[in-house]
Every structure is written in structure tokens, then in C-alpha cells.
């Protein structure tokens, strides 16, 4: 980033610590605030099992569509033969699954209750479901003794909320994988080059942005002669929160309405139903006049992918984290295409807002009751924060032999300290050509980053759009937290029970009417959805919702 960024980003890392100050959270108790800080001592974290132990798991972000080099495969790659040769653990695969293929998978491996011994819940539903069955290894002792004091630090601080979300009745049942604001704000990456294409300016406004996704459906902006393109980027799960929150319609999150209770932020009160009625006429519209691909309802996220890197759309609602994914193979595919964030917009005259929770699961790492070697898990994390997050251990070598093979790990974690230390480090040396201050890290980053200013060299194009400039995804997160655009979830305690029983069902009938509506049925299906969603669950949700609340909204 250019001149005085990095003082941008120290406004940002200063206002999201304000923010979190006020949000709604139980206090830690004692226990796992030591438990989180202490250091592992008198123990020899990195053990080798002798003899050989197998531990059985299940690969939950395994696109068996990578392909790994040398031949290695899911089953056979760096990370399981380092497991073997540092730790003697044999790790079994019972099956690997991304996507939908996934959630399926995940889904009726619990209801089975067949478990495999370490594996990961996609979310507090499943662990809770888990929990209260009695499925679920306590692993408060083995986290106290086997986490390295990497691995503890990055529950330390206002983070040690991460463990509580996985604690019941004193006892932790899962390490949390989680990510920092930062890296899930909504925003909206759009096709510059073919703006450029199209003489048309970066939209500012909603109204705009709108105007962009039908040119870019019906003006041929990639310039092939074809009628092959279309606007917004949709799959059969929906569209990302950056869309419903022009709206002021906030998905999965819990706000105040007028009264000063809990509503949910879709649909929860008439406010909110209103805000997503207009949203989904909108999207209705945009069915109608091909900026939505035809059959959107139909695809998964992997075929929505493919058709980003096939340059097929050119506008996706999602977070700041998107130049490293599908777009970043757009990008590598195709020399011309190029891709921008843009700050959220308002389909009225009132502020832009995102929505935002301060606990951002990816999933809950757990072991199944009665596994004889709970401690495995710790190995195998603690060996992922040595060679992918730890800057006192990482060495190149891990850069090149585990960093750029990342995806073939079962299991991650994201330290929250690093991304704002990373952009503030990266854009001091920028600024002052100072490289002292960089990790080894930090310092292949910046490296990237000038490859791509200075030589157009696209391998460091992610690392550019997500740190350079005010212009990048961080510098548009600075602008976020400089105006007040959060909104943040205001329910922070477990799933409540009707939640666990009667969600699902909410769940399935939202999406089946969402579809409905955008493809062409009446928006009455909607009115029809917001009377039925207190008798299918709403009410009694809200209600326990709502009785957490008052209970806990001074604990700050």
C-alpha cells in the first residue's frame, strides 16, 4: 500500500479492538482464561508414538479436483508423511469431500453415530448435537498439557471466546478453527478489465453497481463476439450476505428491532422481512434479464467456480479473502482479466452496513469419545502452526513444502495476530524500503506484491489485492471500520434447543422459497414464509434467544 496505509491499518486493528469491546459475550471463566495463556511445560509436546499409531479421520476440504505435485494424492502428500515420520501417526482416511459432497457426508456420519476418531463439526449445531449425546472426548486436560504455547496464543486475549464456544459445563470438547474479521468482511469483487471494456466507471452506489451486472450480462464485455457471459455469480445455496446487506437485510446474525429485543435479520421482524423482500425482488429481476445464469439453481459452489475461472461472470458477492481463490485462477487462466473489491453499498439514502459475528467458525476439531490418543490432534495442529503460521519456526523450506501445499492438510488454523501484523509490517517496508522489520513470511509476501507492481507478475496478484493500496480488500476493511459500518450479532451463546430440533426445517423451507421467488414464483411464497416461520420454529427460537440475552447483555 501506498503513503500512510499501514497508519490505516493500525485505525483498523484499533477499531475492531473498540468493537469487540462492546460486543455481547460472556465473560471467560478463570479457568480458560489461564488455561488459554499458560505456557506447555515439562512436556515434550512432539512425542513420536512408539509403536506406529493410526488414527482414523475424515478430509473435510478435500477438492479431490487439486492436483498435488510429484504425485502425491489426499492420501499420500507431505502432511501425512511428515504425521508418520514425526509423530509415527498413520492417518486413515475413511473419506474425502468438499462442498456440498461434504456437508452431506458430514451430516450422516453424525446422525449414524458412527465416528471416525478425530474429524471436524462444520458447525456449533453438529458439536452441540454431539455434545449432548455424549459422543465427544473432553479434552480440557489434553489441551492444558499437549498444545504448544503457539497454539495457546492464538486463544489468548478477547480470542479465548473461541475456546468458550466449545466449553460445556467447564469441560472443552473441541479446538476451534476460526478467522479474524479481516478475512470474512462482505464486500464485492467485480471484473475491472471488463469495466474498462465497457467504458464504464466502478460503481459507487447500488443503483450502479446494479446497472454494471446487466451490461455486463448483455454487452458482451469480455469483447468474444459471444453471448456467453452473465452478471452476478449465484449457486444453488444462495448469494453471500454482501448482497442481502444493500438491503439492510442481515443473514445469520441477531439484531435489536424497535422494542429492543433479539430478532433474527432476515426475516425475524417486519423491518427486516421487508429489507429481504426487496432483496429478492431484485434478484427476480435480475433472473428475468439474464444477469443470473439460468440454471444457478442447480449448481453448487464448485460449479460456480468453475464458471469464475472460466470467465463466464463478472461480479461475486463475498468476503475480503476471495483474491486467493477462484478469482486468483481466473486471473493465472486469463492474462486480461482482472478483478477489484469494492466497498458495500446502500439501496437507499441510509449508511452501508455489514453484518459481522464475533465467533467466525469454520468448524470444530473434536475426538470421538473413547479414542485412546486424544492428544493426536494437538500433534497434528501444533505441526501446522510450526510450519505455516509460527514465524520463529517457519523456514522456507516449510513455505515451499507445506505453505504451497496447504490444502492437502485435514486440519488448520488461522492466528488472528497475523493478518493485521503481516499488513502493517508489509506496508512499512513498502513505504520506506526497510526490510528488517519482515518475517520470513512477511518478507515472501512483499516479495509477491512488488513481483506483481513492478513486473506484472501474476503469482503475487492476491497477495497485492488483499494488501496494497487503499483500493485492496484491507484498505476497503479500513474504510468499513473508519464509518461504523458493522452490525454486529448480538446472540452469543450456544444453539438453543428449538434452534437444534427446528432450524433445519427453517432452513430448507427459506432456501426452497428463496429459489422459488428468484426463478419466478410470486413474492406472495415469501409472505407466505415470513407468517409460517414462528409456527415452523421462529417464535420459540427467538424466545430462548431472547432469555440468553437477558441474562447475559451485562456480562461485558
Same mark, same amino acid.
Given at each position: 500500500?501506498?503513503?500512510?496505509?499501514?497508519?490505516?491499518?493500525?485505525?483498523? /486493528?484499533?477499531?475492531?479492538?473498540?468493537?469487540?469491546?462492546?460486543?455481547?459475550?460472556?465473560?471467560?471463566?478463570?479457568?480458560?482464561?489461564?488455561?488459554?495463556?499458560?505456557?506447555?511445560?515439562?512436556?515434550?509436546? =512432539?512425542? #513420536?508414538?512408539?509403536?506406529?499409531?493410526?488414527?482414523?479421520?475424515?478430509?473435510?476440504?478435500?477438492?479431490?479436483?487439486?492436483?498435488?505435485?510429484?504425485?502425491?494424492?489426499?492420501?499420500?502428500?507431505?502432511?501425512?508423511?511428515?504425521?508418520?515420520?514425526?509423530?509415527?501417526?498413520?492417518?486413515?482416511?475413511?473419506?474425502?469431500?468438499? @462442498?456440498?459432497?461434504?456437508?452431506?457426508?458430514?451430516?450422516?456420519?453424525? !446422525?449414524?453415530?458412527?465416528?471416525?476418531?478425530?474429524?471436524?463439526?462444520?458447525?456449533?449445531?453438529?458439536?452441540?448435537?454431539?455434545?449432548?449425546?455424549?459422543?465427544?472426548?473432553?479434552?480440557?486436560?489434553?489441551?492444558?498439557?499437549?498444545?504448544?504455547?503457539?497454539?495457546?496464543?492464538?486463544?489468548?486475549?478477547?480470542?479465548?471466546?473461541?475456546?468458550?464456544?466449545? %466449553?460445556?459445563?467447564?469441560?472443552?470438547?473441541?479446538?476451534?478453527?476460526?478467522?479474524?474479521?479481516?478475512?470474512?468482511?462482505?464486500?464485492?469483487?467485480?471484473?475491472?478489465?471488463?469495466?474498462? =471494456?465497457?467504458?464504464?466507471?466502478?460503481?459507487? %452506489?447500488? !443503483?450502479?453497481?446494479?446497472?454494471?451486472?446487466?451490461?455486463?450480462?448483455?454487452?458482451?464485455?469480455?469483447?468474444?463476439?459471444?453471448?456467453?457471459?452473465? @452478471?452476478?455469480?449465484?449457486? =444453488?445455496? +444462495?448469494?453471500?450476505?454482501?448482497?442481502?446487506?444493500?438491503?439492510?437485510?442481515?443473514?445469520?446474525?441477531?439484531?435489536?428491532? /424497535?422494542?429492543?429485543?433479539?430478532?433474527?435479520?432476515?426475516?425475524?421482524?417486519?423491518?427486516?422481512?421487508?429489507?429481504?423482500?426487496?432483496?429478492?425482488?431484485?434478484?427476480? $429481476?435480475?433472473?428475468?434479464?439474464?444477469?443470473?445464469?439460468?440454471? /444457478?439453481?442447480?449448481?453448487?459452489?464448485?460449479?460456480?467456480?468453475?464458471?469464475?475461472? !472460466?470467465?463466464?461472470?463478472?461480479?461475486?458477492?463475498? %468476503?475480503?479473502?476471495?483474491?486467493?481463490?477462484?478469482?486468483?485462477?481466473?486471473?493465472?487462466?486469463?492474462?486480461?482479466?482482472?478483478?477489484?473489491?469494492?466497498?458495500?453499498?446502500?439501496?437507499?439514502? #441510509?449508511?452501508?452496513?455489514?453484518?459481522?459475528?464475533?465467533?467466525?467458525?469454520?468448524?470444530?476439531?473434536?475426538?470421538?469419545?473413547?479414542?485412546?490418543?486424544?492428544? !493426536?490432534?494437538?500433534?497434528?495442529?501444533?505441526?501446522?502452526?510450526?510450519?505455516?503460521?509460527?514465524?520463529?519456526?517457519?523456514?522456507?523450506?516449510?513455505?515451499?513444502?507445506?505453505?504451497?501445499?496447504?490444502?492437502? %492438510?485435514?486440519?488448520?488454523?488461522?492466528?488472528?495476530?497475523?493478518?493485521?501484523?503481516?499488513?502493517?509490517?508489509?506496508?512499512?517496508?513498502?513505504?520506506?524500503?526497510?526490510?528488517?522489520?519482515?518475517?520470513?513470511?512477511?518478507?515472501?509476501?512483499?516479495?509477491?506484491?512488488?513481483?506483481?507492481?513492478?513486473?506484472?507478475? #501474476?503469482?503475487?496478484?492476491?497477495?497485492?489485492?488483499?494488501?496494497?493500496?487503499?483500493?485492496?480488500?484491507? +484498505?476497503?476493511?479500513?474504510?468499513?471500520?473508519?464509518?461504523?459500518?458493522?452490525?454486529?450479532?448480538?446472540?452469543?451463546?450456544?444453539?438453543?434447543?428449538?434452534?437444534?430440533? $427446528?432450524?433445519?426445517?427453517?432452513?430448507?423451507?427459506?432456501?426452497?422459497?428463496?429459489?422459488?421467488?428468484?426463478?419466478?414464483?410470486?413474492?406472495?411464497?415469501?409472505?407466505?414464509?415470513?407468517?409460517?416461520?414462528?409456527?415452523?420454529? @421462529?417464535?420459540?427460537?427467538?424466545?430462548?434467544?431472547?432469555?440468553?440475552?437477558?441474562?447475559?447483555?451485562?456480562?461485558?
Amino acid at each position: 500500500m501506498k503513503n500512510k496505509i499501514w497508519k490505516l491499518i493500525m485505525v483498523l /486493528f484499533l477499531g475492531l479492538a473498540v468493537l469487540n469491546g462492546v460486543l455481547e459475550w460472556q465473560k471467560p471463566s478463570a479457568q480458560y482464561a489461564f488455561a488459554a495463556n499458560q505456557k506447555t511445560a515439562g512436556i515434550d509436546v =512432539n512425542t #513420536k508414538y512408539n509403536p506406529e499409531i493410526t488414527v482414523e479421520m475424515v478430509h473435510q476440504n478435500g477438492d479431490e479436483t487439486v492436483k498435488f505435485e510429484n504425485g502425491d494424492t489426499f492420501q499420500n502428500n507431505v502432511y501425512t508423511r511428515a504425521y508418520k515420520e514425526r509423530f509415527g501417526i498413520h492417518v486413515k482416511y475413511r473419506w474425502i469431500a468438499s @462442498g456440498d459432497d461434504e456437508d452431506q457426508k458430514t451430516k450422516l456420519m453424525i !446422525a449414524s453415530g458412527d465416528l471416525p476418531d478425530i474429524f471436524m463439526c462444520d458447525n456449533l449445531s453438529e458439536f452441540e448435537q454431539l455434545v449432548k449425546a455424549g459422543k465427544l472426548e473432553d479434552l480440557t486436560a489434553c489441551f492444558n498439557k499437549y498444545a504448544s504455547g503457539y497454539t495457546k496464543s492464538i486463544y489468548s486475549g478477547e480470542n479465548i471466546r473461541e475456546l468458550k464456544a466449545a %466449553t460445556r459445563n467447564g469441560k472443552l470438547y473441541a479446538v476451534t478453527w476460526f478467522n479474524t474479521y479481516n478475512a470474512i468482511i462482505p464486500m464485492v469483487w467485480i471484473r475491472a478489465d471488463w469495466l474498462k =471494456n465497457l467504458n464504464l466507471s466502478v460503481p459507487r %452506489t447500488a !443503483a450502479e453497481l446494479f446497472k454494471v451486472a446487466e451490461a455486463f450480462a448483455k454487452n458482451d464485455p469480455d469483447k468474444d463476439g459471444k453471448d456467453d457471459t452473465y @452478471g452476478i455469480a449465484m449457486d =444453488n445455496k +444462495g448469494i453471500a450476505s454482501s448482497y442481502w446487506n444493500i438491503f439492510h437485510s442481515y443473514p445469520e446474525i441477531w439484531i435489536k428491532d /424497535f422494542s429492543g429485543k433479539l430478532t433474527y435479520g432476515m426475516y425475524g421482524s417486519t423491518a427486516q422481512s421487508a429489507a429481504t423482500k426487496a432483496a429478492l425482488l431484485q434478484l427476480q $429481476k435480475f433472473y428475468q434479464e439474464g444477469v443470473l445464469r439460468k440454471d /444457478f439453481a442447480t449448481m453448487d459452489n464448485t460449479q460456480q467456480n468453475e464458471d469464475i475461472i !472460466a470467465g463466464r461472470c463478472g461480479i461475486l458477492f463475498g %468476503t475480503a479473502s476471495r483474491p486467493y481463490f477462484a478469482i486468483h485462477d481466473n486471473v493465472i487462466k486469463d492474462p486480461k482479466a482482472d478483478w477489484i473489491p469494492i466497498a458495500q453499498t446502500s439501496i437507499d439514502n #441510509k449508511l452501508p452496513r455489514v453484518s459481522t459475528s464475533p465467533l467466525n467458525l469454520y468448524g470444530l476439531y473434536v475426538v470421538r469419545k473413547g479414542f485412546k490418543h486424544p492428544e !493426536a490432534l494437538l500433534k497434528m495442529l501444533n505441526f501446522f502452526n510450526e510450519v505455516y503460521n509460527d514465524p520463529k519456526t517457519m523456514t522456507q523450506r516449510d513455505i515451499d513444502t507445506f505453505v504451497v501445499s496447504f490444502k492437502a %492438510t485435514p486440519m488448520r488454523l488461522y492466528d488472528p495476530k497475523t493478518a493485521f501484523n503481516d499488513c502493517d509490517n508489509i506496508n512499512k517496508a513498502i513505504q520506506t524500503g526497510n526490510l528488517s522489520v519482515l518475517t520470513l513470511n512477511q518478507k515472501n509476501t512483499y516479495n509477491n506484491i512488488r513481483a506483481f507492481v513492478d513486473k506484472e507478475d #501474476k503469482t503475487g496478484w492476491s497477495d497485492a489485492k488483499y494488501y496494497y493500496g487503499n483500493g485492496s480488500a484491507m +484498505g476497503i476493511a479500513e474504510k468499513y471500520s473508519r464509518n461504523g459500518y458493522y452490525v454486529n450479532d448480538l446472540y452469543a451463546g450456544p444453539p438453543t434447543l428449538s434452534f437444534i430440533n $427446528k432450524q433445519p426445517l427453517i432452513t430448507k423451507r427459506w432456501e426452497q422459497v428463496m429459489m422459488e421467488v428468484i426463478t419466478g414464483s410470486s413474492i406472495k411464497e415469501f409472505d407466505d414464509f415470513v407468517k409460517e416461520y414462528k409456527t415452523l420454529g @421462529g417464535e420459540a427460537i427467538a424466545k430462548e434467544v431472547n432469555a440468553w440475552y437477558s441474562q447475559n447483555q451485562n456480562q461485558q
